[in-house]
């Protein structure tokens, strides 16, 4: 089973879910994107779908390299979309 974490706003409203995942778990358009983008040669820490509180779904790729972490966030296409997650 898949784990879930839930982020709130300071009062108490909710503002968006992660979903970890497995790479099997995301869109082939994703996986393709990600393997043809810049940091297709870091290290994945961890795949997540993060779900808005405005309904909206991204996929997020945790990567790292030597001592550097990012993430890059992608929709459902394979586009790169920017910011910490879907708004």
Request: aromatic share 14%.
């Amino acid at each position: 089973p898949n784990t879930y974490r839930a982020y709130y706003h300071m009062d108490g409203t909710w503002d968006y879910t992660e979903e970890y995942i497995e790479e099997s778990q995301l869109p082939a358009a994703v996986r393709e994107s990600f393997s043809k983008s810049r940091y297709a040669d870091w290290k994945v820490s961890s795949y997540n779908i993060i779900e808005s509180n405005k309904g909206k779904k991204s996929y997020q790729i945790q990567i790292v390299k030597g001592i550097e972490k990012n993430s890059i966030y992608f929709d459902k296409t394979g586009k790169e979309v920017k910011g910490k997650k879907a708004k």
